[in-house]
């Protein structure tokens, strides 16, 4: 049994609504942050290598090293040329400290749908791996 492979969008949708980049299952994280090792509807196999997670590291630098980024100069733009430093901070520093906590398990289904649609084949027919 296969099932058609999603679009690049769809496997990005489903990568930031922390679903399977391959099925769009649900349910993949026990707790907040820590992922289960395989999709429990198609059985994907997530964490394909060792240091795979290097890749969701990034994601995670780049989203929310570009959310602090423009909050920042949009707050700069808004206040110039008296900038409230105390009160930026209040902002800012809260974004740079929890920013990649809460978007860890978003950068990790993120990367496993940028690894399926840039780095991987899309083939519908590929085996699941749940079995090997
Ligand atoms: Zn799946």
Redesign the pocket.
Known sequence: MSTPAPTRGQAFWWGFTKR?A????GHLFTGYLKIVPE??????HFEREQGYWAGALAINIMATGGLFTLVFVVLLIATIPKVPVAPLLLVLVPIAALGPIVYYPFSKTVWVAVDRAFLQRLDPNEPTDRHR
């Open positions: 399977c391959r099925c769009g299952s999709c429990p509807r198609c059985g994907l």
